[in-house]
């Protein structure tokens, strides 16, 4: 199975700082990598997929990057909507395995 | 509206049984995947298992952790995905998703139901 491991597991932020999350997985998984936002007590919603491309209807504040076995999830001024848990996800090869979560909060 | 709406979770037992449902609105669900997610309470997501379209075979794959106890099966004539749980466990308590891919994200996903397996 391919590990995804996500850095930082959480992070402290402010209204409008620049937030960058990072995905690692154990093997080459192209660019078969999602992103995804998750809000207490609600369901996960995609933002990103394909490494780099933006899901319709999300903001152009988040944006995705890397190939391979590096990714990256930037939101380029963080609103206070965006605090939440991010997870990576590759769909590579079965399992679709996610990360463990990054955790934004306010600081 | 794109919309997956599950049903069926409850309390069970250990080593019993129960089927969830997925419903589907809002798009061809015929010519969609179907996967299954749960996640722990305070925990990450677990993919659980998915079935492909008519196209693919209806071709299943599970997770390691609950092959041979889980099976994904779907009516095409009725929009709706379901899970059939068996043998389950106490590390089965979770809250379990469906959602849909056409090849690249998981979107859209369900509202989630709750299954708590205890004595």
């Known amino acids: 199975d391919i590990q995804m491991t996500q850095s930082p597991s959480s992070l402290s932020a402010s209204v409008g700082d620049r937030v960058t999350i990072s995905c690692r997985a154990s093997?080459?998984?192209?660019?078969?990598l999602n992103w995804y936002q998750q809000k207490p007590g609600k369901a996960p919603k995609l933002l990103i997929y394909?490494?780099?491309s933006l899901q319709n209807g999300v903001s152009s504040r988040f944006s995705g990057s890397g190939s391979g076995t590096d990714f990256t999830l930037t939101i380029s001024s963080l609103q206070r909507e965006d605090f939440a848990t991010y997870y990576c996800?590759?769909?590579?090869?079965?399992?679709?395995?996610f990360g463990g979560g990054t955790k934004v909060e306010i600081k | 509206e794109v919309q997956l709406v599950e049903s069926g979770g409850g309390l069970v037992q250990p080593g019993g049984s129960l089927k969830l449902s997925c419903a589907a609105s809002?798009?061809?669900?015929?010519?969609?995947?179907m996967h299954w997610v749960r996640q722990v309470s305070g925990k990450g997501l677990e993919w659980v298992g998915r079935?492909?379209?008519?196209?693919?075979?209806?071709?299943?794959a599970y997770a390691a952790s609950v092959k041979g106890r889980f099976t994904i099966s779907r009516d095409d004539s009725k929009d709706t995905a379901y899970l059939q749980m068996n043998s389950l466990k106490t590390e089965d308590t979770a809250v379990y998703y469906c959602?849909?891919?056409?090849?690249?994200?998981?979107?859209?996903w369900g509202q989630g139901t709750q299954v708590t397996v205890s004595s």
């Open positions: 959602t849909r891919t056409l090849g690249f994200g998981f979107d859209p």
């Open positions: 809002g798009f061809l669900f015929s010519g969609s995947a």
């Open positions: 079935i492909r379209n008519k196209n693919n075979g209806y071709a299943t």
């Open positions: 093997q080459t998984i192209g660019r078969y």
């Open positions: 394909a490494a780099s």
């Open positions: 996800q590759q769909t590579f090869s079965i399992p679709n395995t």
